[in-house]
């Protein structure tokens, strides 16, 4: 198993959801957060001092699937935030090494399935 997590701009968050759905992922879970990255959330052309920043409004997007679905889930994620705008999103991947649905104690796949 795997753990995606996807940081988005808040207005694609509707077309990352359509298309998670597409791909068949059961659930994924949403937060609103804060957040910058190489250009420390300044645009281009602007003056910049050291140690300035601009916290900008994200969503962070995340769900656990098959290995096997990941790389497709990835290009489905990719095209439905593919703008042409810095910053339109950051995807990341990780080892998940069990999972437990607590009401009836399935394990591994069983529990995210």
């Given at each position: 198993m795997k753990k995606i997590e996807v940081y988005i701009?808040?207005?694609s968050l509707d077309a990352v959801a359509k298309a998670l759905a597409v791909e068949g992922v059961l659930g994924m879970t949403v937060t609103e957060?804060?957040?910058f990255g190489v250009?420390?959330?300044f645009t281009r052309g602007e003056e910049v001092k050291p140690g300035q920043y601009i916290f900008h409004p994200k969503?962070?997007?995340e769900m656990v699937v098959l290995e096997s679905e990941v790389e497709h889930i990835i290009e489905r994620l990719?095209?439905?935030?593919k703008s042409g705008q810095i910053g339109e999103g950051k995807?990341?991947?990780s080892p998940v090494d069990d999972a437990?649905?607590?009401h009836t104690g399935e394990r591994g796949r069983d529990a995210i399935k």
């Open positions: 701009q808040p207005y957060c804060k957040g250009q420390r959330g969503m962070k997007v990719k095209a439905s935030l995807i990341f991947v437990v649905r607590t």
